[in-house]
């Protein structure tokens, strides 16, 4: 089964409804993008996730910075979207566990030392922004290129109810990441196509069959 990270969440109703949907993780955008929570904002709208996973995403914040946000906003996991202009994933983990937390680790693909996350995320950019782009990746390019690491895969960019399921198809991967594809307005999720979202990646995966790398889901 795909997996549903739903990011960008500012408004607590949008917290319960993705849990309720089923999604395996929530993000909380805690570096500059017009999703930007504060950790205040964020331990706020974690308590209303129920038993998802709750994500605070990052950039080029230092690592130090990075463990501090954790601490604050108490979330269980960290997104380092910035790749080879933040942090490594050895030094967040450093810093992490100086402060007594060990959070699951999603690096972008291009982050130095990738191979030491949890899982490995491949996402669009553009100018400043590491995410939340509304553009979606070159799938079937990337399909044709061996992975360069056999960490979990999450997939983000340009997701919909859509074009959700051709991207699970060409690329398998362990979780699908949505932001502005399922909004009414950036931070503000819309109800019917988050639904339809949901709905989309459960008739994928009912055609794809099961994940060959199952067993490593996180």
């Given at each position: 089964?795909?997996?549903?990270?739903?990011?960008?969440?500012?408004?607590?109703?949008?917290?319960?409804?993705?849990a309720?949907?089923?999604?395996?993780?929530?993000g909380?955008?805690?570096?500059?993008?017009?999703?930007?929570?504060?950790?205040?904002?964020?331990?706020?709208?974690?308590?209303?996730?129920?038993?998802?996973?709750?994500?605070?995403?990052?950039?080029?914040?230092?690592?130090?910075?990075?463990?501090?946000?954790?601490?604050?906003?108490?979330?269980?996991?960290?997104?380092?979207?910035?790749?080879?202009?933040?942090?490594?994933?050895?030094?967040?983990?450093?810093?992490?566990?100086r402060?007594?937390?060990?959070?699951?680790?999603?690096?972008?693909?291009?982050?130095?030392?990738?191979?030491?996350?949890?899982?490995?995320?491949?996402?669009?950019?553009?100018?400043?922004?590491?995410?939340?782009?509304?553009?979606?990746?070159?799938?079937?390019?990337?399909?044709?290129?061996?992975?360069?690491?056999?960490?979990?895969?999450?997939?983000?960019?340009?997701?919909?109810?859509?074009?959700?399921?051709?991207?699970?198809a060409?690329?398998?991967?362990?979780?699908?990441?949505?932001?502005?594809?399922?909004?009414?307005?950036?931070?503000?999720?819309?109800?019917?196509?988050l639904?339809?979202?949901?709905?989309?990646?459960?008739r994928?995966?009912?055609?794809?069959?099961?994940?060959?790398?199952?067993?490593?889901?996180?």
């Amino acid at each position: 089964m795909t997996r549903i990270k739903v990011c960008g969440l500012t408004r607590a109703e949008d917290v319960r409804r993705a849990a309720s949907l089923g999604a395996w993780a929530l993000g909380f955008v805690l570096c500059p993008s017009p999703r930007q929570v504060t950790p205040e904002r964020a331990r706020r709208l974690a308590a209303a996730a129920g038993r998802a996973l709750t994500v605070a995403v990052v950039a080029t914040e230092a690592p130090d910075e990075v463990a501090a946000l954790l601490a604050a906003g108490g979330t269980d996991a960290v997104q380092l979207s910035a790749g080879a202009d933040g942090p490594s994933v050895a030094r967040v983990r450093e810093a992490a566990r100086r402060r007594g937390l060990s959070p699951l680790v999603i690096a972008a693909a291009d982050a130095a030392d990738a191979e030491e996350a949890d899982l490995v995320l491949l996402d669009s950019r553009a100018g400043a922004l590491y995410g939340g782009t509304g553009r979606a990746l070159d799938w079937a390019a990337l399909a044709a290129v061996p992975r360069p690491t056999p960490s979990p895969l999450v997939l983000a960019g340009g997701l919909g109810p859509e074009n959700v399921a051709t991207a699970i198809a060409l690329l398998r991967p362990a979780a699908v990441d949505v932001s502005s594809g399922v909004e009414a307005g950036p931070g503000v999720k819309d109800p019917s196509r988050l639904a339809a979202f949901f709905a989309a990646v459960a008739r994928a995966d009912a055609t794809a069959g099961p994940l060959p790398h199952a067993e490593a889901h996180p």
